[in-house]
């Protein structure tokens, strides 16, 4: 058994990774659905590739990779392009958009395909049971490319994302830095999907920064809090489907949900901080607290 599991683990471990860091970008930005829409942008490119003469209809072809990937790279093009300051149009209404058009226009370009259509539903849907070793580390090295990429220049990437104003007043190019965050980003939902599946993806971007938000305001214990939270929801997702014999995706999903449950419910024991507090709101009790233990102190 812990032979069987041992490539789907570290597969979600790699995972929890780069999501958990992309992810709390994406929470301090707002555009929560942004993985689900490059996806499907994803999604709609393997599936014109597929129709092209040059992939001889084989949806695991390598060309039919990187025509997909061309596809997410415009999306990313299209998200950065709208990220004005003084738009009255939200980014996310943007988002929602291109996901809705690739979904439609996917759902027209299946229509001229037969078999292949499964095919591209496996790629949606995922299996991560399924997963080789030898994707493992394909996976690993393209992750590690992307996270020293983001690590290099992690200070512009957080400016943009936590301070856009006070980035763009020290000079920082908004939409430069922003195309190469989407693209990167691109990167690694195309490379997800295929092993995850959809659902799977946008819990691992999205749950573990969404609970480490509930316990943690700065950057570093938050990437820890989510990184140990991804650790063990996959351990125990990937051995509660095995036991139970229910499909593996869905069942990490579902312990994603429960977890982040069991800890909104123990964070008013430990903490007595409202989640939904703004900064201001924050400091004002932190200030309030550190005035009580002084006149204690006295």
């Not at 001889?56 to 990187?66: G, I, R």
């Amino acid at each position: 058994m812990l032979a069987f599991l041992a490539a789907p683990f570290v597969a979600s471990l790699i995972l929890t990774g780069i999501h958990a860091y992309l992810g709390v970008h994406v929470v301090e930005r707002g555009v929560i659905f942004v993985d689900l829409s490059l996806a499907q942008i994803a999604a709609f490119g393997a599936t014109v590739a597929i129709l092209m003469p040059i992939t001889n209809v084989d949806p695991h072809a390598p060309v039919v990779y990187w025509i997909s990937l061309v596809f997410t790279f415009i999306g990313a093009l299209i998200f950065s392009m709208f990220r004005m300051k003084d738009s009255r149009i939200p980014q996310e209404a943007i988002i929602g958009i291109c996901y809705a058009v690739a979904s439609a226009a996917a759902i027209l370009a299946m229509s001229k395909a037969t078999s292949e259509s499964e095919h591209l539903k496996d790629m949606l849907v995922g299996n991560i049971l399924a997963v080789s070793w030898q994707e493992v580390g394909k996976t690993a090295v393209l992750y590690g490319i992307i996270g020293l990429f983001h690590f290099v220049f992690r200070r512009r990437f957080l400016a943009i994302s936590i301070d856009p104003d006070k980035a763009e007043a020290e000079g920082i190019s908004i939409r430069f830095w922003d195309f190469l965050f989407y693209a990167s980003f691109g990167f690694v939902v195309t490379s997800s999907v295929a092993i995850a599946g959809v659902l799977l993806v946008f819990c691992y971007l999205i749950v573990p920064s969404v609970a480490a938000m509930m316990f943690a305001r700065n950057i570093g214990p938050r990437l820890a809090i989510g990184w140990t939270m991804g650790t063990v929801v996959s351990a125990l997702g990937v051995w509660l489907s095995l036991v139970l014999d229910l499909p593996t995706g869905a069942t990490i999903v579902c312990t994603f949900g429960i977890v982040l449950g069991l800890m909104a419910a123990v964070r008013p024991l430990i903490l007595r901080v409202p989640a939904y507090a703004s900064p201001d709101r924050v400091a004002a009790i932190d200030e309030e607290r550190a005035s009580r233990r002084a006149r204690v102190g006295h």
